[in-house]
């Protein structure tokens, strides 16, 4: 399995997106009590629930990691992927630096994990073009400062995604690094 994490705007849903169109890896399909996004569908996107059903489902021991944010406008929304999501090793699967917490050191999951790492000013380059709320965006940038604090050293790789780099550069270098994990290289 293939794990993406990175800051907000650094490219992680056009890298999965890249990697998956081909047909090599499959999108791993995680949870969220947000709205959908113009353009997002249900159940391939994200499994859209309510905050009800999210915490039942939490409760039941559903989730192998859960998160939430605090959003500006107020609401909190909450994130969180299944167990049976781990069980394809040609999968993609976008985590935060939470996520990546919870699953360090296990065992029972067979995972590489790529940071897209991207400087501040092209990040707040690509929150503003995909039109997220100013409030919003100002908000996450704040947050992942502090949330991605020494991230690299949960990682298996750090891949740079700048301004000069295509979702297709990044995954050739995905694909290159990930082949050689799978071989024990």
């Known amino acids: ?34 709205s959908m996004r113009e353009g997002e569908i249900d159940g391939v ?3 859209f629930i309510s905050s009800c059903e999210f915490l039942k489902k939490q409760s039941e021991g559903f989730f192998v990691e859960t998160t939430y944010y605090d959003v500006a406008s107020g609401e909190r929304w909450f994130y969180g992927t299944s167990s049976e999501c781990f069980n394809d090793d040609n999968s993609v699967l976008i985590m935060n630096p939470d996520g990546i917490k919870a699953i360090k050191g296990r065992k029972d999951i067979n995972y590489t994990i790529f940071y897209i790492m991207c400087d501040n000013k092209t990040l707040k380059k690509r929150l503003k073009k995909r039109g997220d709320n100013p409030k919003e965006a100002k908000r996450r940038l704040k947050a992942d400062k502090k949330d ?21 550069d990044v995954v050739g270098m995905i694909d290159f ?9």
């Open 1 to 34: 399995m293939i794990i993406l994490v990175g800051k907000s705007g650094s490219g992680k849903t056009s890298i999965q997106e890249e990697l998956i169109k081909d047909g090599k890896y499959k999108r791993v399909v995680t949870y969220t009590t947000r």
């Open 45 to 47: 996107t994200y499994h």
């Open 148 to 168: 991605f604090k020494n991230i690299e050293a949960l990682c298996d790789y750090t891949i740079m995604n700048g301004d000069n780099c295509t979702p297709k």
């Open 177 to 185: 690094f990930y082949e050689q994990d799978r071989r024990g290289e």
